[in-house]
């Protein structure tokens, strides 16, 4: 099964190849942007020291591969949900991963 990511494209306004930043910054406060098993917030892939690096490379492999090997997605760095409500502090990043099924 091939990835569709039409949910995502209409809360962005944009295929996912061609979202511009302020699209992604549009998300900020909208309700509809909340977590789902199709987009997912990162306020940070953490640095500093080695424990808290290891621990965040970690935990980003985690939901990269949890994407790949599901339905694939949006990972947005740089924004994060607190409860219902996106929020951005500082630059935001996005990656998109597809993926397609066999079976």
């Given at each position: 099964m091939l990835y569709s990511p039409?949910?995502?494209e209409?809360?962005?306004?944009?295929?996912?190849?061609?979202?511009?930043?302020?699209?992604?910054?549009?998300?900020v406060g909208n309700a509809d942007a909340r977590e789902a098993e199709d987009l997912?917030?990162?306020?940070?892939?953490?640095?500093?020291?080695k424990e808290k690096t290891e621990k965040g490379n970690h935990d980003t492999a985690v939901d990269v591969a949890?994407?790949?090997n599901h339905i694939g997605g949006l990972i947005v760095v740089g924004m994060a949900d607190v409860?219902?409500?996106?929020?951005a502090d500082g630059a935001v990043h996005a990656s998109a991963l597809t993926t397609s099924r066999c079976g």
């Open positions: 039409r949910r995502l209409v809360l962005l306004g944009a295929p996912l190849d061609l979202v511009t930043y302020d699209q992604i910054a549009a998300l997912d917030y990162k306020g940070a892939i953490p640095g500093g020291d949890t994407f790949a409860g219902d409500i996106v929020f």
